[in-house]
């Protein structure tokens, strides 16, 4: 854990999964057998700042609901970038990628569970929550002090942003 200061200057994209990163992993089933997840304001704003800022941002998540879509949707992601259903996630992670011209190393990823080990691998900085499950832990470049929907996006975003001198709010193209 740590060169990962030396990785932040060479970032360029994000991608997220949603379960036990942007929540913390808890869902409330619906009769319609829909899922309500709980977000942090924090995190969607820092995401929404990444955006702003020409960041390339992506999901990546085994859930299905077309909530995550929509709420990700509302932050600035483009819909073909949001990648619902994902089982065997490197290939969506190249597909972000390869679509948005980066390389794999300039892309940030941030996951908490066995099917994000993957990417995990293959990224340029490897992210986790506090409380990610260890296996995780293991391969990761930097392990967050915040649990997963409790800001360890707006961590590694404002980390980013603020190496790369990016860090500074712009009210006007915020409400734009
Ligand atoms: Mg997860």
Redesign the pocket.
Known sequence: MSNYKVKLANIKGFAF?????FTD?GVIGTASGDLIRVYDSKDGFGLRMAYLKGYKTAIV??GSSESIKKRFLGIGVKEEDIYLKSRDKVPDFLDFCKRNGLEPSEVAFV???L??IPILKICGLAVCPADAVPEVKEVCDYVSQFN?GKGCVRDLIEQVLKVQGKWVFDPVAYSG
């Open positions: 999964d949603v379960d036990g990163v992993g998540t085994g996951g908490d569970d099917p994000d997963g």
